[in-house]
């Protein structure tokens, strides 16, 4: 686990123009691997998830994406793409959208005011 400032570069699988981004957001990281057999993937998955904090003991999802990869970077930070999975009612049906995500995450202290 981690804090960082990250910023989604993607949207719905869609590459996002820098007026399009929302300012960055300050998230607790955590880096975990999944046993298949606790998972509907039937197979082993590296998931990264974001969490911002709504009181002491109360974390809220802002974010997940699986099979994670590090992309190379000259700026602050670093790359994270991986498979972004999203739960969505079409036609009727819950389904499971599974667009490209990018994160550009820069590591911070802590979360509070610096």
Known sequence: MFFAEVTFLMRNGLRLKPAERD???RYTVTILESDRDKNNSARN???VSLYVSHGAAQMASRGRI???VIVPFKGPGFLISGIELE???VDGQLRVLEPRQVWHRVPVGRLGVE
């Open 23 to 25: 300012p960055p957001g």
């Open 66 to 68: 699986v099979d994670p």
């Open 45 to 47: 998955l590296v998931e």
């Open 87 to 89: 739960a969505q009612h």
